[in-house]
DNA sequence: AATAATTATCGTAAATTTGCGATGAACTAT
DNA sequence: ATAGTTCATCGCAAATTTACGATAATTATT
């Protein structure tokens, strides 16, 4: 960051973009989300059980997954079952697609380069 | 990190997606993006002029996007011009659609939850 | 009440990211 | 040659991320 702490102001939905993609910016986190998404949900302990790290490190990992709002998490003691949040997974899935769309995005050798 | 360096092996795709959502993890990074895609081409001189960072800044972040693979550079002395790379874009629009499609993505309040 | 099971949080350490100014490198133009 | 332009890199400081073990918190079961 800067010397001090000084905000920056961005545009809003770039702001939006950057922070699902920074949920999205780590192997472990995909491969929970993948796991949301194919079993419908699951508990804590059961990602525990086939992902590589501590319990403590995945519990962070869902933290930020969830602070993110890509998925929400029921308590269902003494468990916590969580599952992807289909009102900001859709969010995310239509930002990305606006700006991954190549519409009118011209090539690098076009003629004016 | 972990205590001492060990690496941790993910799934290769899981960690390609999430190297370019690193990329992207950054809303200055989003608009300098924006900026290639508008313009089919930019200077990293026009970039500080419209971007509220230091000339110094700007170039780390256009290297990360290099790095990831989104952008790369022609010189044109004594300019260099950035560009989106247009095979690496097609691959990560890719693997994100592929990641948001929700085709056999069960709702959290299926019964068997 | 005591125990067990499950998940969150704390404290710590290492690594990485972010930002800046200063400086360097490469090239142009005078 | 000198000076100017443009971009990259270095060195630094602050902030954040990542990971772990230890411990706390919550709830169920005995």
New binding site residues.
Partial sequence: ??????N?VYNEEAEQL?KFA?AL?????IEILKQLESQSC???????DVL?????????????L?NAGLIQ?E????????CVNQENWAKAKKLFNNFFSTENMPSCNDGEC
Avoid: W
């Avoid at 960051?1 to 000084?6: A, H, I, L, S």
């Avoid at 910016?25 to 986190?29: G, K, T």
């Fill in positions: 960051m800067k010397r001090t702490k000084e920056i950057a920074k910016a780590h192997p472990i986190r699951c508990f804590t302990g059961d990602l525990v590589p790290l501590a319990q403590s490190t995945i519990s962070q990992h869902l933290k930020e969830k998490g308590v269902n003691p003494p468990k916590i079952k969580y």
